[in-house]
């Protein structure tokens, strides 16, 4: 499976974006799909997880109510809406794909190659 971010950008804190992850091949619908993100100097962090079907979704507490992980499996392409946005969000972003629902990062076998997200106070 091979991943591509984008949606990335420079914005000012309280505004919105919406990243997007499209993938290859017909078995998107096998996976479910993790958003991660990795500010300078920190580890990587996850901010969002959606199951097979996108019937579940589960966030950080730093990030509920603020962002929402969607995926459109005919589009083969998994979203992540992030509104409210602060300077602390700042960091690269990253889609990944796990053949289990999970927040950590060692369970996600596929990788995008990540999209920076600057937000500005």
């Known amino acids: 499976v091979q991943l591509q971010a984008s949606g990335g950008g420079l914005v000012q804190a309280g505004d919105y974006l919406r990243l997007s992850c499209a993938t290859s091949?017909?078995?998107?619908?096998?996976?479910?799909m993790g958003w991660f993100r990795q500010a300078p100097g920190k580890e990587r962090e996850f901010v969002a997880g959606?199951?097979?079907?996108?019937?579940?979704?589960y966030y950080p507490d730093s990030v509920k109510g603020r962002f929402t992980i969607s995926r459109d499996n005919g589009k083969n392409t998994v979203y992540l809406q992030m509104n409210s946005l602060k300077p602390e969000d700042t960091a690269v972003y990253y889609c990944?794909?796990?053949?289990?629902?999970?927040?950590?990062?060692?369970?996600?076998?596929?990788w995008g190659q990540g999209t920076l997200v600057t937000v500005s106070s």
């Open positions: 091949g017909r078995t998107f619908s096998r996976y479910h």
């Open positions: 990944a794909a796990s053949w289990l629902a999970s927040r950590n990062s060692g369970q996600y076998s596929y």
């Open positions: 959606i199951t097979l079907s996108g019937s579940s979704t």
